[in-house]
């Protein structure tokens, strides 16, 4: 039996010509922009890319023309495809190539007839993995394609995930004592109306932090003061909070370590905005030390946390 396995991802700019591509999809993603009027929601979609095209491609330029995830996203599956020699392993993006109709028609050309689906998003949330998995199961249906199918989403639990979160941290660290800085876990925020609708994101992302804080203290790793922040927010309305803006002002000790908690593939949101833009504020707040750790991209235990989720779907 042909055997695939098979991630998804919101996507990211390959390009600077993908950048409109990219915006485009997602906020007319009616998971994103939550109005129930496709034309009330395409207005908007068009409004906020007017306004932020042109600083999302300065943004990526300064890149290098594309974003981080695209390359991120290519040597974890090549650690996998190591791993599964005997599967096909690819990737599917929510907003840029490849998409999936055109991914789950070649596997489908290729005969395979059993699937395991992992989104790449630890923590369930509407606007991204029932944003991806919709998307998914669109395009089965279009393709008349339907193999057997094993899905894995809040993964935030696994041990071995969590271990490699730790590794990362410690990776960061380096050989000074942890006692001297705070552990920032900064999470992408969400409008508050999402979480009030009852998206599980947030509960989920402090649940994680609650995992991670008990594993440190078992580890006898221990850190000056640990906190949960929010980044990405954008416009008006309420968000989640703390933010990180206002969480780094708040902060007496001027030694900290971030770790980007609901990604697993660095991109944008950590190469540029907490490496570029977050290091700035900090700056500017007299921080002695700012570290932002690594996404778990293609680290070992995280190729080792993704086995353990295939080979629990074992036919």
Not at 62 to 81: D, F, I, M, N, Y
Not at 234 to 248: A, E, I, N, T, Y
Not at 288 to 311: G, H, Q, S, T, W
Request: hydrophobic share 40%.
């Amino acid at each position: 039996m042909q055997k695939a396995i098979i991630f998804l991802n919101m996507g990211a700019p390959r390009n600077l010509d993908e950048v409109e591509v990219f915006l485009s999809n997602m906020f007319n993603d009616r998971n994103i922009i939550t109005v129930k009027s496709n034309m009330l929601r395409a207005y908007i979609a068009s409004s906020i890319i007017r306004k932020r095209r042109e600083e999302a491609r300065e943004n990526y330029a300064k890149l290098g023309g594309a974003s981080p995830l695209v390359a991120q996203t290519e040597k974890l599956l090549a650690k996998v495809r190591e791993a599964y020699p005997d599967r096909y392993v690819l990737n599917i993006m929510r907003y840029t190539p490849p998409f999936a109709f055109e991914e789950l028609k070649w596997l489908q050309l290729k005969g395979v007839e059993e699937v395991t689906v992992i989104p790449l998003y630890p923590h369930y949330s509407t606007t991204t993995t029932r944003s991806s998995l919709q998307d998914f199961h669109s395009a089965l249906e279009e393709a008349n394609f339907a193999p057997k199918m094993h899905i894995h989403t809040r993964f935030y639990k696994n041990e071995t995930y969590n271990r490699a979160i730790i590794a990362r941290i410690l990776e960061a660290l380096g050989t000074d004592d942890p006692h001297d800085f705070d552990l920032i876990f900064s999470a992408h925020s969400l409008p508050q109306k999402i979480i009030d609708a009852g998206d599980t994101y947030q509960k989920e992302i402090i649940e994680n932090v609650n995992i991670l804080q008990h594993m440190l203290h078992r580890q006898k790793i221990h850190f000056k003061n640990i906190h949960l922040a929010y980044q990405s927010r954008v416009g008006p309305q309420k968000w989640l909070d703390p933010s990180l803006d206002d969480k780094l002002k708040e902060l007496r000790n001027k030694k900290v370590i971030l770790y980007p908690i609901s990604f697993t593939l660095d991109n944008s949101e950590t190469d540029f905005e907490l490496e570029v833009e977050y290091r700035e504020v900090a700056e500017e707040l007299g921080f002695e030390e700012y570290r932002v750790a690594k996404c778990l991209n293609d680290a070992p235990l995280f190729v080792e946390a993704i086995r353990e989720m295939v080979d629990e779907c074992k036919s």
